[in-house]
């Protein structure tokens, strides 16, 4: 019946005082008769509410899928499972479990599980799953169709390097995630190269159970090959058409090669004219015969200012201010200026950056003027000069020619200038694992270059150094770090040689323990430039607690003019490291032992 169907109503009756009475206790019947069927209603519902009580499982499992149910099934990760009243319910609920557990373990390869479920304790659920034998991969079909499927010994060497390259091989455990992986891997081994519109035309595993045995069937429709159209270029409004073109790696005509394509995206992000880029071609094998390369970019700020502060044991305390625009002119150019205020040495240079040219190189040019107090030697140098560098992989080169005038002043010796024009030529290759953090891998450095007295040089002369970086893992976290360097610069005396080609040492970066560049060659109450350097290093690293470490070093070295007379200055102790991002920062605490002294050495600076 209703709820509310046989509440009286109050009719119009004629004036009377008992009427209003009787209407008065009607309504008041009537509101007693809501209250109480409102309470009879939830005292229905209150058996079932009573029913629901928490169901508490246990699982049973070997351990190589327990972590699996663990993770994944619903009945074990929800705090909140109550155990429904109604068998039916109760029954949805167990083949849902069952449903659950047989899926999850045919992803790992367990196709013929055994599932049971224990009732016989109240309010308590014993699941206890035997995943049977593991199924493995008796049989592995790979079929290529579309181009790559088709005869010549270029296309049968590139079907057989993917056939080999596939990594689920017969005799391996079948599991879902390495399955899909398998697939992807393939497909993308023929995607990346030629075949930009390579897709999976079919793949199907076939399970038996019995024998517990899947073979697999992949087919790859390999599509046309790609052959790269013209640029098309969209985003550029301050910097010239040019300007995306002088990065390019590819040319019209290439191959489709997605590293290739990927390369030029890195070498366009790295330009600090651009704010980000994306280059890729669209996948269409109607568009095969000639695919244009589109590359969206968006511009960076053009121009900014950098102003920083900053300490060091070798030169003292430093304020600096940059001013860089990345689009000078309007022609794409950087231009890259700055004044340096040092304890012991000032500097002003200004440098201009060309694009890359379309050959792969980059050029530039600059000019600088520089002052310095260092051990008792006042220089002043000038200087203008053109580079042209290239990077290939992990090699960079710069070939530079260069025109300075130097002016020495050396505490108690004989004033001098010295004028050159002087081609130089430097090689660097880094093999390491991290090029701000290195530990494991190998910085070689080489240099040559010199001038003649009869190319607006003083004297002939012909420098060549040489350095070598080692870095070497201990154990989990430990680092041992060697170094070694030599330079020479043959010539009849050091008279009329710019200090730059010369050599003095010690310092933080060099031989710990002695005054930066005290090691050379004595002139009056200054330390000068010799014609030979040699110093070595070996230092031990132990990161204890990441970003912080602690190093022990011993250092070697000394420069002379000539070899016989190098004798090797040593240092060693203790000091501090920091991995920051810009590099590990170190705080040394050093003793040379010739000197018989104590030293800290330690570099900081902050921009703002």
Known sequence: MPLFTSLPNCRPQPRSSSVSTVCAASRRGRDGAIVLALVATLMSFAPG????????????????????LERHLRILNRDDVVLPEARGDRLALQ??????????????????????????????WILTVVPGQRAAISEVTLTFNGHLGGAGPARA??????????????????????????????????????????????SRAD???????????????????????????????RLPEDFVKRYASV??????????????????????????VVVDIERNPALAAAVPVKVKVTEANSRHLALGLGYSSDTGARTEAYWRDVNFLKRGWELSTGLRLEQRRQS?????????????????????????DIENLKTTTGAIGVNRSRTRGNIETTLSLRYQREDLEPLGGQESSSNALTANWIWVQRRVDDVFNPRRGLVLHGEIGGGSDALLSDQDFLRTYGRIVRYQPVGAEDTLILRLEAGATIADSRDGIPQDFLFRTGGSQTVRGYRFESLGVQDGAAIVGARYLATTSAEYVRWFKDPWGVA??????????????????????????WRSPAGPLALDLAWAHQDERLRLHFSIAIAF
């Open 49 to 68: 509410l009573a029913a629901q009580e928490r169901l508490e499982v246990e699982l049973q499992a070997p351990s190589e899928v327990r972590p699996l």
């Open 95 to 124: 083949r849902r479990t069952r449903r659950e557990i047989v899926n999850l373990l045919a992803t790992e390869g367990y196709f013929s599980p055994d599932v049971k479920l224990d009732r016989s304790e109240t309010g308590k």
């Open 157 to 202: 060497s590139r079907r057989a390097a993917l056939e080999s390259g596939w990594s689920l091989q017969k005799g391996a455990p079948f599991r879902q995630g390495d399955w899909d992986g398998a697939k992807q891997r393939l497909l993308d081994g023929v995607a990346s190269r030629d075949y930009a519109a390579a897709r999976i035309a079919e």
């Open 207 to 237: 399970v038996d159970p019995e024998t517990a045995q899947v073979r697999v069937f992949v087919t790859v429709d390999s599509g046309p090959p790609f052959v790269l159209g013209p640029l098309e270029v969209e985003g550029l409004e």
């Open 251 to 276: 040319r019209e005509g290439d191959r489709f090669d997605q590293d290739r394509l990927l390369a030029f995206q890195g070498s366009l992000q790295n330009a600090p004219q651009l704010a980000s």
């Open 348 to 372: 002003l240079f200004g440098d201009v950056f060309l694009p890359p040219a379309l050959a792969g190189h980059r050029d530039s040019f600059g000019a600088m003027i520089e002052t310095s």
């Open 552 to 577: 022990t070093f011993v250092d070697a070295g000394d420069a002379a003019d000539e070899p016989g007379d190098l004798d090797l200055r040593v240092g060693y102790g203790l000091g501090a490291r």
